[in-house]
């Protein structure tokens, strides 16, 4: 996949100053035309992560959490390369956009 052109659940390599994390994942469908991309920062783990809120996901035999609270635009032209697809682990990661999104399970109103 070339740079600034990552299909959904990819975690890429980026350029955007200011964001200290190695990697970023993509959560916006690649079907969905815009100059910028839906997605959350990707770190190694911190204390008090919480499985549901940052997704566990293996990148190269190392684990990293998905910052789905982070989740910010990004435009195309600052995603670098494709470094792995994470469609595997999609229902862990819809999960935790989900719990953000919506409050459950965590609680409902």
Known sequence: M????????DVVRH??????????L???????PS?????APVSVQLPGDVDVLAPRLVIDG???RARV???SAVPVTLLGE??????????????AIDV????????IR
């Open 100 to 107: 953000v999104l919506h409050g459950y399970p965590v609680g």
């Open 82 to 95: 494709t470094v792995a697809s994470l469609v595997a682990d999609r229902d862990a990661i819809m999960n």
């Open 62 to 64: 190392t684990e990293y």
């Open 26 to 32: 993509v959560v916006q469908h690649h079907a969905i």
């Open 2 to 9: 070339p740079p600034g052109r990552p299909d959904w659940l």
């Open 35 to 39: 100059a910028t991309r839906l997605v």
């Open 15 to 24: 350029r955007v100053r200011g964001f200290r994390v190695p990697f970023m």
């Open 69 to 71: 609270l982070d989740i």
